[in-house]
């Protein structure tokens, strides 16, 4: 059961996540994009991966790996790397996440 409910609440703050990031990209002057807001969802995740199997616990370290090094130059529209980096790992966070929940069925 605490597996089932970290996992979607883990689907629930990527999305907020994805959210800030959308904004910090594509409207950097707009709030919602702030860094600080993308923290607590980052960390949230990190705390709700605690419960989960192994393969989303590492993969929710390398969401707090990434977005640390990457967030500060996601509004920058010269940097494209940044923007995949984040949003690749919270496709790899979604993805491990969606396994561990279908294992469970």
């Not at 993969?59 to 990434?66: R, S, W, Y």
Request: glycine content about 8%; cysteine-free; charged content about 25%.
């Amino acid at each position: 059961r605490n597996i089932r409910v970290a996992g979607m609440e883990i689907i629930q703050e990527l999305a907020q996540l994805q959210q800030v990031v959308f904004f910090a990209r594509f409207e950097p002057e707009d709030f919602r994009g702030d860094a600080r807001v993308g923290w607590a969802h980052v960390l949230a995740v990190h705390d709700y991966a605690e419960v989960m199997p192994g393969p989303v616990r590492g993969a929710a370290d390398g969401l707090v790996t990434i977005w640390r090094g990457n967030f500060a130059a996601l509004s920058d529209q010269d940097d494209q790397q940044s923007y995949r980096e984040v949003d690749g790992q919270i496709e790899a966070v979604k993805a491990a996440t969606l396994a561990a929940l279908a294992e469970l069925d």
